[in-house]
């Protein structure tokens, strides 16, 4: 009688991966860098108690698979971060895990040589690399915390995260999300809706025990203390956009009724510009309108941006690819970037200290 299996009928290979701690030891914040995370994250955290009078505005690539482009992109925004640094936090998008709808290239971590060989260690290195480099430079990095597993290899180097529209209302990455040492912003639901997100603000508030790993790498109870610090990202849905004043005022209200704090934060891509990137600007406008007409709950904004405009699809020959053109979704380009965030650094410059509570 042939042997007969119950178990991993459809594994094809499971490969031991370093552990967070070897990657660590490998490549330790330290230093500079390590007091540059804990600045970042504490700037944060203010801005949300309104401590700090700033908006924190989290820019720049869909996706990171260039690092010498984004270490460009980096210096760049670092000298943009001096320029607003008393009216605007500058935080700096370092998305390595790209959730999809169907199949596609899931980001730098899961296929770092965008060749279908998934060398998984390998992207986490050169991940976990990029963003001490970007840190070091002073410049706060954040990203969205898509795979439960990655932060134990990435977390300390991150002072904001995201929790995706399609992942807010997952049990794992709420779990997740209340032991994450970052702030953390949940996205509205795919249709538009709030709901998902005001759950999912509650549930990461308290404390969650769930299974994960530690920094050796052993499967482990994690126990988690929950995280004051969860926000709501409006993005837009299928029911169109969501960023506009009436919009802000349904969101201040669910958010009241939800008993959860009143931290709104604007996404100017997604479905809030159509995927038109051309459209983050007209968005920015907006909002910042808004906050001059004086509202007073929205804390933060998010621009898809690269050192140029658009995207492209990844080619047959790497040789091919553009520089600085996402792979993923389309971003504005540099110089708009540049032009839209003086151009709200000067208009807000005076009117947020008077948002501060007393």
């Not at 899931?106 to 991940?127: A, H, R, V």
């Not at 299928?238 to 802000?248: A, C, E, I, K, L």
């Not at 100017?268 to 995927?275: D, E, F, G, L, V």
Request: aromatic share 4%; proline share 4%; hydrophobic share 40%.
């Amino acid at each position: 009688m042939s042997e007969m299996k119950a178990d991993d009928l459809n594994i094809e290979s499971i490969e031991t991966l370093m552990t967070p701690l070897q990657l660590k030891e490998q490549m330790p914040l330290e230093g500079k860098a390590l007091e540059s995370v804990q600045n970042a994250r504490q700037s944060i955290f203010n801005i949300l108690d309104r401590k700090d009078p700033r908006l924190f505005v989290v820019v720049g690539p869909c996706s990171i698979h260039d690092p010498k482009a984004a270490m460009d992109y980096a210096h760049r925004l670092k000298e943009l971060a001096a320029k607003v640094d008393d009216t605007l936090c500058l935080v700096m998008r370092v998305y390595f895990e790209k959730p999809r709808t169907s199949v596609g290239w899931k980001g730098l971590i899961n296929d770092p040589f965008m060749d279908d060989t998934f060398q998984i260690e390998e992207g986490l290195k050169i991940g976990r690399q990029l963003l001490l480099d970007i840190v070091s430079l002073g410049l706060p990095a954040s990203t969205e915390a898509l795979d439960p597993i990655s932060p134990q290899y990435l977390q300390d180097l991150i002072a904001w995260s995201a929790i995706g529209a399609r992942t807010t209302e997952s049990q794992t990455h709420r779990e997740m999300s209340s032991g994450l040492s970052s702030a953390v912003g949940f996205k509205n639901g795919t249709d538009g809706g709030l709901t998902v997100a005001v759950n999912a603000m509650q549930s990461v508030s308290s404390p969650h025990r769930f299974l994960g790993i530690n920094k050796e790498g052993q499967v482990s109870v994690v126990r988690t203390k929950g995280n004051p610090y969860a926000h709501v990202v409006l993005r837009g849905g299928s029911s169109g956009p969501n960023y506009d004043s009436v919009h802000v005022a349904k969101a201040e209200q669910a958010l009241e009724k939800g008993g959860v704090n009143q931290n709104i934060m604007i996404d100017c891509s997604h479905a809030n510009s159509n995927k038109d990137p051309q459209i983050q600007s007209l968005v920015l406008k907006d909002v910042t309108n808004q906050i001059l007409e004086g509202n007073q709950s929205i804390i933060g904004l998010m621009l898809e941006s690269n050192i140029n405009f658009g995207n492209q699809k990844i080619p047959k020959n790497l040789d091919d690819l553009k520089y600085g053109v996402s792979v993923t979704d389309a971003c504005i380009d540099w110089a708009e970037t540049e032009r839209s965030i003086l151009e709200m650094a000067d208009k807000l410059r005076d009117v947020l200290p008077k948002r501060v509570a007393d």
